[in-house]
């Protein structure tokens, strides 16, 4: 089983509408990040924790809101998704003593 | 100045060929580096850390100049597997933006 899981896997969806991706990890790390990706732009950073009780906006946190409801659970919310947001997003856990990060599937998003 | 610049490529090559991908960094308090492997539509997944002393897993060796503030992969003996994104990455140690920085990706085309 994989130890990072991104649900879903797909998503189209219209102009206005919110969305939540879920992300859910096994490996007990701390640390959960959302990224997107976007041709030509590379990775960029939405949002991340530290743990339970921390939360910090990244690079282009505007237009999104997350949630850690547990250690293993971080999910991205589109309030009202927008054309712009399509794009590739992928979730990541880190411990906390140890820099590297393990991705999820990652989640393809697109809004009309 | 970008935070972690890479050369786009592609680079296109025949099997056999070596090369070497470059990146530069801004960060002079950065501490720890890596390279991430990308395959197209795929989550990164960690290729190798890069230490001060360079260091070599198989056909990839990693070097790191931090006066530079610069870092190197290079691949022997290309195969056709080979063929993906590759990452430059570099920790954010003391910035505000969470905890990775990652470059934009240089793309490797391995043909036979």
């Known amino acids: 089983d994989a130890d990072v899981t991104q649900t879903p896997r797909n998503r189209i969806t219209k102009t206005g509408k919110r969305i939540m991706l879920e992300c859910s990890q096994t490996k007990g790390h701390d640390r959960m990040y959302w990224y997107r990706q976007d041709p030509g732009l590379g990775l960029r950073l939405i949002y991340y924790s530290f743990d339970v009780k921390d939360i910090n906006k990244g690079e282009i946190s505007d237009g999104y809101s997350v949630s850690r409801q547990a250690q293993a659970k971080f999910s991205l919310s589109l309030e009202s998704a927008i054309p712009n947001q399509t794009a590739l997003y992928f979730c990541a856990t880190q411990d906390g003593g140890n820099d590297e990060q393990f991705f999820g599937p990652g989640t393809r998003l697109t809004v009309l | 100045r970008k935070e972690v610049e890479q050369d786009p490529g592609p680079f296109n090559v025949p099997e056999g060929a070596t090369v070497a991908f470059n990146c530069t960094y801004s960060n002079s308090a950065s501490q720890s580096f890596f390279w991430y492997r990308q395959d197209c539509r795929k989550e990164p997944k960690l290729l190798m850390s890069?230490?001060?002393s360079g260091n070599e897993d198989g056909r990839f060796t990693a070097q790191l100049n931090r006066a530079s503030q610069y870092i190197s992969l290079l691949i022997r003996d290309s195969k056709l597997s080979d063929s993906a994104t590759y990452l430059c990455?570099?920790?954010?140690?003391?910035?505000?933006?969470?905890?990775?920085?990652f470059g934009k990706g240089t793309k490797l085309s391995v043909k036979p």
């Open positions: 990455v570099v920790n954010n140690y003391g910035g505000s933006q969470g905890n990775l920085i």
């Open positions: 890069v230490y001060s």
